[in-house]
């Protein structure tokens, strides 16, 4: 098992650590013990010249400790303000924690629209690599204060698999309070296993992942499992720890045993394509026949008009749409040339009949197979 472990971590240089805010925070708001030895963990790293990007939870759990509020928060306005007085604490923690090792910290906040809009995306990429190259840590958030519904990441996993992708990162590590991810809930079996390696992400593994949270995260495993799938897509490998173990980073690089490796898919999606199919949201739905289920799955070919039986929702050219089959199941996602009261017009028609049904032809392909991505 270590070897497998080591093997598939022995080019590692550019590494995400996501850290859950069951590690960070205890009975009396941040732990600053633990963030402390996280931060002098990390700092060995980078002294051996790993490049690090932290993906940080914990602003609402402070700014509620900070509040002196013990139940939930209520309204969604209060989680917001919570996070506006932990998020400054939190970034003077780790500002300061790093400032001994003599490593200046960045603040990055994001929300999910400043993703799905490419220009920004890259535009953060950019930011996100000049901090880089000045050895300087950044340490990103969701942007909680204005982040609400269809704009929320919902929860850090998902946004630190987003960020694996922008960051290409070589590994994700996500810390949690947990000691990776078990074949059963381990509060519910005593004979509950942390399972060392995951290959493939089946339905048994899927089925394994409840959605219990911490009192004071949100994701839980379900969402760590889900988040997986997103980055070992991206072909980066996916390790769940327990964050408050001494040492954990270190044992983690040195390929030892420790919580559970998600290992990276043999054949997976660039950038662009991982973008489309788990950063955007769909805007509606093409169904095709089987002739272009066996052309975009088995050929690797565009969509045509000729394969749509039907167009749902109501979308523009260039929105992301998913392809599903007659039954609905999801084949691919992807960005249409045509919006959809087009597509109404043109489907089941052979492309050479597009400009003489619409008065003009921009493409003959509904989905070019660049702007595609196919579910595996
Ligand atoms: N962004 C939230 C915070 O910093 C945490 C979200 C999560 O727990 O995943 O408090």
Known sequence: MTSIR???????KKVLIKIGSAVLTGQDGLDLQIIEQLVDEIADLTKKGYQVVIVTSGAIASGKHRMGINGPLKSMPQKQAAAAVGQSRLMRVYSNAFGKHGIYVAQILLTMSDLTDRKRFLNVRNTLSTLTEWGVIAVINENDT??????????????????????????????TNTEGFYDKHPGLSKKAKVISLVKEITEEIEAAATADTSSVGMGGMKSKVIAARKVTAFGIPYIIAPGKDKGILQAIIAGKDKGTLFLPMSEHMNSRKHWIAFTLRSRGKLIIDDGARMAIVEQGKSLLPSGIIDVEGDFGVGDPVLCVDGKGVTLAKGLVNYGSQEIHKIMGLKSSKIEQVLGYKDYDEVIHRDNMAVKK
Request: aromatic share 2%.
């Open 6 to 12: 080591k093997s598939t971590l022995q080019n590692v």
């Open 146 to 175: 204005v982040a609400v519904d269809e704009i929320k990441f919902g929860d850090n996993d998902h946004l630190a698999a987003m960020i694996a992708n922008i960051t290409e990162a070589h590994l994700l590590i996500n810390l």
